[in-house]
């Protein structure tokens, strides 16, 4: 008789954001004459740049010709690309073999399945609040024990608030596995080298494995903060890190990215090598490889000029996270991040909870936003709103808010 995964059965709620999608068009459907505006999904909206349009369409040609089409490639990615995204790190100051690096499609898949890698008995910490997919694929994963109030047993929760600047404190007892993101979605906040630094000594010290998402690197526009975990020493002999096209080039829809596994990475029971074997173990096992067309994309993504138009993109979305920070201070509202991240994590008003200001905003102003509870316990009490968006739908939310936002 065949049984079902019981771990699915631990997770309380469906996944965040088909949630939000969900409140959004019910709401629509009952208030047909609203325009709604939606800063919830952190979804890229501006069209792929001409180089990456023309490196896309250059790989569609290849398939076109016998001498030039190919089918399955390796599971690890294009070898250019890999040596075109190494070559990147060497720009932090990094240097990586071929071989530590895995294309993939997209920092989402990895995030969730690089846990299965390691043994359901090692202890999970997670930042407090989190995007959801740590938490989710480690219970999925058997890593944690039952929930209750969108907590998990046997998991550890390390809670960014406004006292410790959004950047965790160490966990207190030992734990295995520790999920990092930087810059940090939802909070905005970018961890600086000295605190990466805290968990890189941990991790050596305890032979932990630091799980990096630096999907929102290309965010950073202060030359001092890290892009990398890697730009700190000791980092490769504990840190996986996750990494992402879809936010720096608009490939949400295209999916492209890659993480980094490096062969010096050891943890308790595995010598340096191991980690990186079995990742290959599993991607070549498991996954067949990111598109080829997509691939050349990427590979235009990484060109000078490619490089060139992603920052031209990046500044755009910038500058509507300085509009929409700018409008909320304005009406007097505590706000966070917006700077070097794509988000703007603010409190709610009066005490008010995530869920009651998402209902607020959206019934007052017509925006969408986040509530900050779904990203975990710690985030309760606030919202986020991504500065994704075209610059006139951001202006259009923006007076919306300041209009109509009762406070
Ligand atoms: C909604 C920290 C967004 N359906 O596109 P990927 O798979 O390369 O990257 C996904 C990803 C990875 N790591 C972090 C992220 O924030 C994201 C994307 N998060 C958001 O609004 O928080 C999109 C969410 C999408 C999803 O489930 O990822």
Redesign the pocket.
Known sequence: MAKVNPHYGKLQAG?L?PEIAKRTREFAADNPDARVMRL????TTEPLTPAIVSGLHAGVDKLASADTYTGYGDEQGFSELREAIAKRYTTYGVTLDLDDIFVSD????D?ANIQSIFGEDNVVAVQDPA?P?YVDSNVIGGKTGSGSDGQFDGLVYMPCTEENNFFPELPEGKVDLIYL?SPN??TGAVATIQQLKTFVDYALEHKAVIIF?A??ASFISDSRLPRSIYEVEGAKECAIE?N????EAG??GV?L?WTVVPKALVCEDGDAGEVNRLWLRRQTTMFNGASNVVQYGGLAVLTEQGQKECQELVTYYMANAKRIRACLEGLGITCFGGENAPYVWLKTPDGMTSWEFFDKMLNETHVVG?PGSGFGPAGEGYFRL?AFGHKEDIEEAVASIQSNLKL
């Not at 919830?40 to 979804?43: A, D, L, P, Q, R």
């Not at 992402?244 to 936010?247: G, P, Q, R």
């Open positions: 996944y954001f919830g999904i952190g979804n997209g920092a989402k898949s995030s995007y997919v993101c979605n939802p998402d999907a929102y996750i992402s096209f879809s936010k490939f949400t999916r990215g986040t991504s």
